[in-house]
């Protein structure tokens, strides 16, 4: 009895740690993800929107992230379609070409979708968050990421081709 003791409440406190996590997982389905959030807070505080621009740009952003869930969600599929084709014993360049072509449509949808967010962001702005915002998406578009010392990322040579020097 003292052995069955133990396993149940071994067992007792699993059943408990399961229904405690399966909580904690379901309960945050219903809430956006704050770390989905940040850059959208990022762009709407350094703005400085007021409370009407604030709504109107969250309800942007949710259209916004419909659009390209969509669209990713479609990319995917090409592109498993596409890749599905690497062990097919013969290939017919002209599938490979269509569905290569798609891809491209949708890439090319997916640049259209993120410039008419930000035409759209833009419109709501008034002259001084205007010029800010330009300051914004420039930098944003010429940051590289985290930085790596004078390593070039990789599978990319540096720029003028050469490896980069040793570092010290």
Excluded: W
Aim: proline residues 6%.
């Amino acid at each position: 009895m003292k052995k069955n003791l133990l396993l149940y409440i071994l067992l007792g406190f699993l059943v408990l740690m399961n229904g405690f996590f399966l909580f904690k997982h379901f309960s945050k389905s219903g809430r956006s993800d704050p770390r989905r959030l940040g850059s959208a807070n990022f762009i709407s505080k350094q703005l400085e929107f007021d409370v009407k621009q604030t709504q109107q740009f969250k309800d942007l952003e949710v259209v916004h992230r419909e659009k390209m869930r969509s669209l990713l969600d479609d990319l995917r599929e090409l592109k498993n379609k596409l890749f599905e084709k690497l062990s097919d014993d013969t290939v017919n360049p002209s599938e490979i070409d269509a569905i290569t072509t798609l891809i491209g449509d949708k890439e090319k949808a997916k640049e259209l979708e993120t410039f008419r967010f930000f035409r759209e962001v833009v419109e709501m702005c008034n002259k001084n968050q205007k010029e800010q915002f330009t300051s914004l998406i420039k930098g944003a578009m010429h940051h590289k990421g985290p930085a790596r010392g004078n390593r070039p990322p990789r599978g990319r040579p540096s720029h003028d081709g050469m490896p980069p020097p040793p570092q010290q």
